[in-house]
Each structure stands twice: as structure tokens, then as C-alpha cells.
């Protein structure tokens, strides 16, 4: 045997010429005759002569030899095995007795002449070693020689230590190729295949994963540097995820192979598990603690093309991706829509709102964005703060106008639809102040009613037509009464806008989700104080008493105050129930004239307990 590998040409048999009845007698003949060709170092004959004459060393050199095979055989395969005709010896070997088969293919597998056909053959020999037939052929010899019969246990542990000696060839075999990761995966998924409970194949597999430990601590030491460098806050991230990227392709061309066999027999690799625990809390720090998503999904998405085969973490592993993915985007988002954040949140802070700003803004914005609508819900989260918080519907209106009329401006038709509606909203809002402000001055409302029949429609239209019939003649008989303003507050509605807009946000924290829940039944408001609150039935453009208006102005303050606490995905949702039943009652309708102010100004008095009733509203969740 040469470096561990199996080979022919050093067994006893070959180098006395003997034949496996030969006597003692015999082997001194042979010996002498050994001596004087001088083919063979003295020492060789020597330990030669000892291996044939000692019984348990004899049994060794007998099933590491050409069992079965006849003289002529036997003298074909060895000029084979001088030639190094790989493919010939092969087909020779085709119809040999499977033990001396594979003692032929386990020599060449040593010399570095192999090819897939080559192991295929010595993985399948070994399946088919008949151990009795291999029993019966040496006692039957060692009966003409003279020698001790051969037990069955002696013969089952010898052939044991002959199967590491082929696989451990075989392994060394593998790794004389250029690319011995690829050649042994090919190996081990067909002969997974064809035999997966070959206990040849699981030695194989056991002796190429010793042969690969140095490379893999070499991939190791790598990665562990990676990792370090990785953890200083001015690190090239990019640079260092490609690296480990690549250490992950060359550790997965070295490891796969044993990955897919443990696979198979229901384990994990420890080796590629380890890496694998490593890496993710790389994959972690940097998201949760750098917010550095898209690195983190790089080398997530890393992972799980090596680690497939891991399956206690494959499924964690698509999780991360998607997580990742979807913060990945989120960040980029805010980025790219930062200015115009910033902007509104500045517009909130000072009133007047300085619209022309924040339009300028917003269309530097959207002429980048196409028909994504992120940029008017943007712009139409601050035109709702302004109407609903700063009771400004005329600023708020001019902010969708601005981006409605805007040419550039191009949002998907359901939210221009809905845009346009809340713009109309607004500017009924605004214009019915201003019809207040003007009662008395029948040119003044009557050219406020036209400017609410800009954007009137439906029998809204037709009533607020009929109410400019009935101004133009109070106009004409010059009698102009209070009364006109309590018929306008009889037939349009106050729309009160509460809907709440989604919004990119950069407070994000990466960890695997879980599922998001239901939409709650919403939570009843509770009372302020001795003032009665009603909740309105659900419906559109109905009249409502004080009592449900009161209910529909202190619940949208509450609300106001709700969504500045949320900040969980199950907060959230509870406080998406309380918009959608609030919209369902409170979103469209009618009052008495100086009912809504009043019940407003209540509101403002009680600001502090709204306040207080959000806040046990969202610790009760």
C-alpha cells in the first residue's frame, strides 16, 4: 500500500508469485526463487513470505489479492494494471468475481487514473460481495495449503477494514481531479439513487469529507475574517458580502457532496451548520442594528443557495429573504421620497403651510416616480393633517389641486378618483366657511354658491342650483335673510376626511414575522365627559343629532391621538378597525346649522381627556 491508497502490485501474492493453495513448502520455493530475480527488495520478500505463512496476516493478503480468478486471469489483469488501460481493465473486469473486481478498480482509483465510470464500478462491486462464496473459495485453498480454515467473523472484519482501504483510495482518487467537489456530487446523487443504504458509498463520503477538512478550515478562517471586518462601522459592506458570497461557492463546491448525503440519511451537516449560524448573525446585526437591508438580504440570499440541503433552516432562511426584501425596499423608498417627507413634516410645523414649497417638491418628486402613487398619499396625508388638525380646508385644498392639475402628475384611477373626490371635499369645506363669513352679502354667496357648483354633482348640484335660483331672486327683491345659510346647512353635507394613508417609514426592525392578525371589531369610544356621545348607524349622507356628531368629532380626535401610539403590526390593525368603522359613519354627513361648531368647540375644551381616552384606549390592546 502506497500513502494510505490500495494497491495490487504490493500484495504477497504478486510479489512471491504465488497461488492461494500454495503450502509452506511452497512459499520457500518461491521465496528462493524471488530472491534470485531480484525483482524485489530482500525486505519485500521477506515481510512477503511472513504475511502468507501467519494465518490472520495470510487472510489480508488472500482477499486483498484476485479471488476466484484463474492463472490466465490473473496474468491479463496485472499486464492491465502495467498498461494503466483504465477503460480496458474495466471491461476485463466486467464479469470478475465482485471482491476481485474491486480490489482492481480500488488500485486504479489510487493512481489517479479515475473517471465517474471508474467509482461508479467500485461503489456497485462492494454492494454485490458475496461473503460465502468468498469463504468457501479460501477454506477451500487453505484446506490443499494446509493452513487454519477461515471463520466467518474473521472474514467480515477483515473485508471491513479492506472497505475503508478501497473508499479511502477512492476519496484520494477524487481529489487528484481539478474540480473533485463536482465529480463527487454527481457520484453520491446517483448512487443515492441507485443504493442509497450502500455502506461502501457512506465510507466514500466519510473519507472525501476527511480529505476536504484542510480546505474547509482554510474557507472557515476566511469567513471568521470577513465576519470581523464586517463588524467595523466604516466597513465596505458591498465588498465584504461579495467576498463572503464567493467563500460560500467554494465551500459548497468542496461540501456539497456530504451535504446531500446527510441529507439523505436524515441529518445535517455541522460543519456547513456552524458557517451557516455564523453568517446569519452577520445577516442580523447589520439589519437590526445598522439597517443595512440591502447587505443583509445579499448575504441571506447567499445562504440559502449554499444551505438548501440545511432543512432546519432553509425555511427560516426563505423567510429572512423575504423580510429583508421587503425593508430592503421599504429603505429605499424613504430615500427616494425623503425630500418630500421632509418637506410636509416641516409644512406641519409652520402655518401658514407654505404650499408653493411643498408642490415644488412634490412634483420634483412624481416627474421621477411615473404613476407610482406613494407621492400623493404623501402629499395627501399633510392636505388631511391641515384640514382636520389646523381647520384649513382652503390650504389643504390648494395642495390637491396643486397635485391634481400638476401635468406630470399621472396616479393610478382609483386614487385620482379618490383624490379628486376629497378635493371636492375640501373645497366644499372651504367655500361653505366662506358662505358664512358672508351671510348677509347676497353678491358674496351668490358667487361662493358658483364656486361650489365647480365641483357639485349629483342632486348636491341640483340643490345648490335651486339655492342660487333662490339668492338671485332674494338679490332682485333686495330681502336677504339669515335664513338662507340654516337652508344651505340643511342640504350639503360637511364632509369630514379621515382616512389615514400609508406611508414609507425608517423604522424598520428585521426579524422573522409573524402572521399578521385579523382586523378587530372596533373599540367603542369611551366618554369624555357628562356630554353624550352616540354612535351614528353606518350609512352616507345622513343627518345626524348633537349626540352623533359629538360621537364623530371626539372619536376622529381620539383617533388623531391613536395613530400617533401605534407602533405595532397588532396595534395597527386594531387601529385600521377603528378608521374603517369610523369612515363607515362619519365620513359623509349632514347636521344643523351651528351644531358642528359647537360640538367642535366642545372638543377643543376637552382636548386633554381625548387624549387620555386614546391613550387607555391603545393600553387596553
Known sequence: MN??????????????????????????????????????????IQHAQQSLLAPNARLEQEISWLPELSQAQTSNVLSLVVSGDLEALIETSKHAPELAKANILAHFAGTGKV????????????DEIDQENILTFLNDNRLSAGFPSVERPQLRNALA???????????????SLDRPGEVMDRIVEAELRRHPS??????????????SEPDLARISDEIDKVISEAENTDADLETLVTRASDLLVRWDDVNQPVQVYEQHQGHEEGRSKRIYEKLRSLCLDLANNRSEFTEA????????????ELESVAEVLKGDVAILENLDEQQKLHEEYKPLIDACEVAKTKLPTPVSTVLKVFKDTVSKGGDD????NILRDLALHINNDCNDPQTAFKLLDGALTFAGARPPQELKKTLEEERAVLHRNWKMNELEKNSGNLTAMSQTVDDLLKYARGSERAELQQLKAKLDRKKLGKKVKWGIYASIAAVIGFIVIADEMDRPSNRSTYQPSAPRVATPTPTPAPATSAAVETRPPVGQGL???????????FQGQRLETIRTLTTTNYQIDRFNGLID???SRCSNYRYRSGVLSSVQREARENAADLRADARRIVSSW
Open 373 to 376: 402613487p406613494i407621492a400623493f
Open 297 to 308: 438580504r445579499r448575504l441571506s440570499e447567499a445562504l440559502l443557495r449554499t444551505f438548501p
Open 3 to 44: 500513502n494510505g491508497c490500495f494497491d495490487l502490485t504490493s500484495s504477497a501474492f504478486h510479489i512471491l508469485e504465488a497461488g492461494y493453495d500454495a503450502d509452506r513448502s511452497d512459499i520457500a520455493e518461491l521465496v528462493e526463487d524471488a530472491e534470485l530475480d531480484e525483482v524485489f527488495e530482500p525486505q519485500k
Open 161 to 175: 477494514e479492506l472497505e475503508k482501504k478501497h473508499a479511502r483510495s477512492a476519496a484520494v482518487g477524487i481529489w
Open 543 to 553: 343627518t345626524l343629532n348633537r349626540s352623533q356628531i359629538r360621537y364623530c368629532v
Open 581 to 583: 368603522d369610523f369612515n
Open 115 to 126: 473517471s465517474d465510470r471508474l467509482f461508479h464500478a467500485l461503489v456497485s462491486a462492494w
Open 198 to 211: 450502500s455502506s461502501f458509498l457512506e465510507q466514500f463520503v466519510r473519507s472525501y469529507d476527511t480529505l
